[in-house]
């Protein structure tokens, strides 16, 4: 009882702002844009599960072959197209930007963090917690990405979203990895994992 009381509370809040409530949530769905990466695959499942578990909103997952067409997607306003958050690394999104990295991931985090929000109205959240190595060495955080948009709507989704905050050590994330990579499905993996932190 009481854990729907608070269920409907975030609800609420996730609306506020909307002239009303019901209009405003019941029937809406929120996108999250991915690659076809096992990575990607396991973190969009773990923010897709945390909103729909604490809020009730419907998510669905859109898969793309590369950065251009979830990037595009990232910029659209059509409902059949549209992606409204995305797990995104800071070397990818350099990259994206035609821009070099720094070696420091703190400091590209700070870097994409305020041209995402200048240039594309993308807003960087809290990283995960890991580091992604790369092929050449270096490492990258991890974080999830929202349309400035969608908080005319959905104002308190940051505040969900930044529950995964620091939640995926480096240890935990290479475990979950390994699942994935055995044959588990990334949305077992992922809410498994949700659980076990006492998240959902």
């Not at 009303?20 to 695959?41: E, M, P, W």
């Not at 897709?48 to 419907?58: A, D, F, K, P, Q």
Request: glycine letters at 6%; hydrophobic letters at 40%.
């Amino acid at each position: 009882m009481l854990r729907n009381i608070v269920r409907l509370l975030v609800i609420m809040g996730l609306c506020l702002g909307a002239a009303n409530f019901v209009q405003a949530c019941v029937g809406r769905t929120l996108y999250i844009g991915a690659l076809q990466s096992n990575h990607d695959k396991l973190m969009a499942e773990m923010v897709s599960l945390l909103i729909n578990e604490r809020t009730g909103t419907t998510v669905q997952i859109r898969y793309f072959d590369n950065n251009a067409g979830l990037y595009k997607a990232a910029a659209s306003n059509k409902e059949k197209s549209r992606v409204d958050i995305m797990v995104e690394d800071t070397i990818d999104a350099l990259r994206v930007l035609k821009k070099t990295p720094s070696g420091k991931p703190d400091d590209d985090y700070l870097t994409v963090k305020k041209i995402f929000d200048k240039k594309l109205n993308i807003i960087w959240l809290n990283p995960f917690g890991y580091q992604n190595v790369q092929a050449d060495g270096r490492h990258s955080e991890s974080a999830p990405l929202l349309r400035r948009d969608v908080l005319i709507n959905f104002p308190l989704l940051p505040r969900v979203l930044n529950k995964l905050s620091g939640a995926v050590s480096n240890r935990s994330y290479k475990s979950l990895m390994k699942k994935v990579e055995d044959g588990k499905k990334p949305r077992n993996v992922a809410k498994d994992f949700l659980k076990r932190k006492k998240l959902i």
